[in-house]
């Protein structure tokens, strides 16, 4: 994948903090913010599904009475 340069402006604080972690783990500070974000759009991901999930759950009985289910109790797909 193609690296894009990203510059930021953090306070002296956050940028400390930055480079401990990261050394802490033994990588640089770019691959450690790099992780950062893809965890927290992973998180906002899962986020979403899980809405999503509670949504059907809560709706479920009016999916049922609008589109009925099958022999087996499965909802029979929309026409």
Request: glycine share 6%.
């Amino acid at each position: 994948m193609a690296k894009t340069q990203l510059n930021v402006r953090v306070d002296e604080d956050t940028a400390r903090a930055a480079r401990e972690r990261a050394l802490a783990r033994g990588m640089s500070v770019n691959r450690y913010i790099e992780e950062l974000v893809r965890r927290d759009a992973g998180e906002l991901g899962r986020t979403f599904v899980d809405a999503a999930a509670d949504f059907m759950k809560q709706y479920e009985t009016v999916f049922a009475e609008e589109f009925g289910t099958d022999s087996e109790g499965r909802h029979r797909p929309v026409d």
